[in-house]
């Protein structure tokens, strides 16, 4: 398998815009950007994570492409923009690509042209197509950037950003880029937040994961980015593992066989036993069907002894940028920012569900161990069946 680092990380989300930022109300358990909010549904308010940083505006030569995704795209990518551009420069243009993973695109600016052409009987001037075309955020950064290799984008459900990383690092594999810019974004919109209320899915209390009291999720916003390429790097993406078990349009499969196949897969891709995971980023969405399949898929792979823990507490659950976000946590973790060696505290009532299996949920104390490298898992699953673990470790 061909080596592949992840170098620097822009990432923007409701913890805050930057690393140190974001490393920061990671530890703390900081719930403060999960905020009550009116007009996402017609009649109740909705508990959103909602990025409060000011965002940086498209460039004037890229105006059809902007939304508020592409915003956000752009902060991560502001974040790195030395890291990205260094790479553009030794590698050449046409070596670097570019792949990110979404669920909205610009939806939001979608709905809005849809309600002016409905009391008006035409679009806004300022509406371009562009602006929702969902494969449009991957185009958008490479022109922002000078980047001429290949430019795609990702698009399944909740897994988006995790897989976006996995075909970064085929990319690589395959010879045909020498630098990939990689990652997911995610914006709030009114389409998703209503089509998860339909399904029952929403709370408008602050979510509550793997506890007897959870109710289901909280939807939100971010973007997260990396530069990948086979240069030794801080941090390693040492295995990927995919799989799909089509049991349900949006219901996982409650036995957790193809979250189980996609961690296994991972290990295997890794060259690791599970005894070696120091840490598991779960999915942990606290809805009751996703919860309960994912802690008994965790307990069969990495038993009861590997500290595990959500973050969709701090963050709401960012659906396509969700899974990147959360690698940049895994990023954050193994880095020089976390003297400590500490992980992220597993923010819930403390309420165990005793139908799940007791994995073992970090609190404030929990720390890596002393052994080296780290090595950590994090989880992403999808609609559909759809189901990603990614494995990273630190690097020397």
């Known amino acids: 398998m061909t080596p592949c680092y992840l170098h620097g ?3 923007i989300s ?3 815009r930057g690393k140190e930022a974001t490393y920061a109300g990671l530890m703390r358990g900081d719930t403060s950007g999960m905020v009550v909010e009116t007009g996402w549904h017609p009649s109740k308010p909705m508990r959103v994570g909602r990025v409060a940083s000011i965002l940086p505006d498209v460039p004037s030569s890229l105006r059809r492409y902007r939304c508020r995704t592409n ?6 990518a502001e974040e790195i923009d030395a890291e990205i551009r260094d790479a553009v420069r030794r590698c050449g243009r046409e070596r670097v690509g570019v792949v990110i993973g979404t669920s909205t695109s610009g939806i939001a600016e979608g709905e809005d042209a849809i309600a002016a052409l409905d009391a008006t009987g035409a679009f806004p001037e300022s509406f371009h197509y562009a602006q929702q075309e969902m494969g449009t955020p991957a185009p958008f950064l490479a022109a922002a950037f000078g980047i001429d290799g290949p430019a795609y984008v990702v698009s399944t459900a909740c897994t988006s950003g995790a897989k976006a990383l996995g075909c970064a690092r085929g990319l690589l594999e395959s010879g045909l880029c020498d630098a990939v810019v990689a990652g997911g974004v995610d914006s709030l919109c009114r389409l998703t937040i209503n089509g998860f209320s339909a399904l029952e899915l929403t709370t408008p209390e602050l979510c509550n994961p793997m506890s007897a009291n959870r109710r289901g999720i909280n939807i939100g916003e ?3 980015l990396f530069v990948l390429s086979r240069e030794p790097g801080p941090v390693a993406l040492t295995g990927v593992g995919e799989s799909s078990d089509a049991y349900h349009i949006s219901a996982p499969d409650p036995s957790g066989a193809g979250a189980e196949a996609a961690m296994r897969a991972a290990l295997h891709d890794a060259g690791v036993d599970a005894a070696r995971i120091d840490y598991v980023n ?3 969405t606290a809805t009751a069907h996703n919860d309960g399949m994912e802690a008994a898929a965790v307990d069969r792979v990495f038993g009861a002894a590997v500290p595990c823990g959500s973050t969709k507490a701090l963050t709401g659950h960012a659906l396509g940028a969700a899974g990147a976000i959360e690698a940049g946590f895994c990023w954050l973790i193994l880095s020089h920012y976390n ?3 500490a992980l ?3 923010v819930w009532d403390g309420v165990p569900d005793p139908k799940l ?4 949920l970090a609190d404030n104390t929990a720390r890596l161990t002393e052994r080296r490298p780290r090595v950590l898992a994090s989880n992403s699953f999808a609609f559909g069946g759809n189901n990603v673990t990614l494995i990273m470790s630190e690097c020397a």
Not at 71 to 76: C, D, M, T
Not at 357 to 360: G, K, L, R
């Open 71 to 76: 915003r956000l795209l752009l902060a991560a």
């Open 339 to 341: 003297t400590l060696q």
């Open 14 to 16: 409701a913890l805050g």
């Open 357 to 360: 299996p007791p994995i073992a």
């Open 9 to 11: 990380l822009g990432i």
């Open 222 to 224: 971010g973007a997260a």
């Open 344 to 346: 992220p505290p597993h």
């Open 282 to 284: 779960l999915h942990g």
